[in-house]
């Protein structure tokens, strides 16, 4: 959520409001076989505290779907429950990959500036060493004496 506080009132795809006859309507089925889709769990409608079903506009969407894969494609509603569950599963995984790369995406930024902040703390007096040609030549080194007081 965007962190509003939502309307208890505002009606969205997944708000339960009609009931069996006018879900019936709108997807152009028989109320018995909205009951029948419920009892073989192609489309699960919420309940009401009377056990009432209640349907959103989601569940006439799949509704419409499922008579449409019934009657046009020919699929038996055994097939019918298996292509919508993964369907499901697929939604569920595109979400959960959507939020991976949420989380990648974060990950990534934060290194980037803990990079650049490595980057910064570099000394600037040092200079890269640039190999010339190998000479044989010999050079010796001996520390500076420490002047005693």
């Not at 489309?43 to 349907?55: H, I, L």
């Not at 055994?78 to 939604?91: D, H, S, T």
């Not at 790369?101 to 500036?113: C, K, S």
Request: net charge positive.
């Amino acid at each position: 959520m965007d962190g509003r506080r939502r309307n208890p009132y505002e009606l969205t795809q997944d708000t339960p409001v009609y009931v069996i006859s006018v879900a019936a309507q709108l997807s152009g089925l028989h109320p018995q076989t909205l009951r029948q889709y419920d009892r073989l769990g192609l489309v699960s409608p919420d309940r009401t505290a009377g056990r009432g079903r209640r349907y959103s506009a989601r569940d006439i969407e799949l509704l419409r779907q499922v008579q449409q894969l019934s009657q046009d494609e020919g699929i038996n509603l055994a097939g019918i429950k298996r292509i919508i569950e993964l369907e499901n599963q697929v939604a569920a995984l595109q979400a959960r990959v959507a939020e991976l790369e949420g989380a990648l995406d974060g990950a990534a930024a934060a290194m980037r500036q803990r990079e650049a902040a490595v980057h910064a703390s570099y000394r600037r007096d040092l200079v890269p060493y640039q190999e010339v040609q190998q000479t044989s030549a010999l050079v010796v080194w001996r520390p500076r004496r420490q002047q005693q007081d």
